[in-house]
């Protein structure tokens, strides 16, 4: 399995859907080839969200229980442009 030729633009990696205008072919990115067909890629890595970032395997984060407040009890917030800080709403019992 070579991929095969995309079928979009026939292997030119162009389109020229638009009369006067030759654009990059959307499906292939250019390359002529599909390459949906044959050797899938992985979905599209989506970025981890921010409590499952590689920071916090750094051990000099590990000692840190709460990720939201960074075990400062308190988190900053702007609010109408102020900078306010909040108790944090991980480890601070909401009243
Ligand atoms: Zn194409
Ligand atoms: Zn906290």
Redesign the pocket.
């Known amino acids: 399995m070579s991929g095969g030729s995309c079928p979009d633009c026939g292997g030119s990696g162009e389109d020229r859907t638009l009369p006067g205008y030759v654009l990059r072919c959307g499906r292939c990115s250019g390359r002529g080839v599909d390459h949906l067909l044959g050797n899938a890629p992985a979905a599209p890595a989506e970025p981890p969200p921010v409590w499952e970032d590689r920071c916090w395997s750094d051990p000099r984060l590990a000692g840190i229980s ?1 990720r ?2 960074l ?1 400062q ?1 308190y988190v900053a917030n702007v609010r109408g442009g102020v900078l306010a800080t909040l108790p ?1 709403p ?2 601070t019992p909401g009243d």
Do not use: L, Q, V
Request: net charge neutral.
């Open positions: 709460c939201i407040c075990d009890r944090c991980a480890c």
